[in-house]
């Protein structure tokens, strides 16, 4: 009987450990996508505008949840899309954002709207 209970909590252990090993991967896939469309952006900026933009208050609550969370802004390709995602940039640092957990990414698929890629260091580099 011994030798039967020695082996269930052997197999059990290794059950536990095998779910880990599946589930873990799901867990390290943090990232998450906020749109900012050009309509949102055309409004008049200010101070109190910029933090109540849903894309850009989600986007800095979700980055200030992780401990090595780095944020891409994906900007379309043109000149006008690089000033956007410049004067985001800009305006992310002023919530709080330090500039070295930011990164500015050409060639978004859409000509109207920026993407806010928010999640862990590791993953985004790749």
């Known amino acids: 009987m011994k030798i039967a209970k020695h082996?269930?909590?052997i197999i059990g252990s290794l059950c536990l450990v095998g779910m880990?090993?599946?589930?873990?991967?799901?867990?390290?896939?943090s990232v998450r996508i906020f749109s900012l469309?050009?309509?949102?952006?055309?409004?008049?900026?200010?101070?109190?505008?910029?933090p109540e933009l849903g894309a850009i208050?989600?986007?800095v609550s979700y980055w200030g949840k992780g401990s090595d969370a780095l944020m891409v802004i994906r900007y379309?390709?043109?000149?006008?899309?690089?000033?956007?995602?410049?004067?985001l940039r800009d305006w992310l640092i002023s919530l709080g954002v330090p500039s070295d957990y930011?990164?500015?990414?050409?060639g978004a698929q859409e000509a109207d709207e920026i993407k806010l890629v928010v999640g862990n260091r590791d993953e985004l580099e790749q």
């Open 7 to 9: 082996y269930r909590i």
């Open 20 to 29: 880990l090993g599946i589930a873990g991967p799901l867990w390290a896939n």
């Open 37 to 50: 469309s050009a309509d949102e952006w055309a409004r008049p900026r200010s101070g109190a505008v910029i």
């Open 57 to 59: 208050r989600s986007a």
């Open 76 to 87: 379309p390709g043109e000149d006008s899309g690089e000033l956007w995602a410049a004067e």
């Open 102 to 106: 930011i990164r500015l990414v050409s």
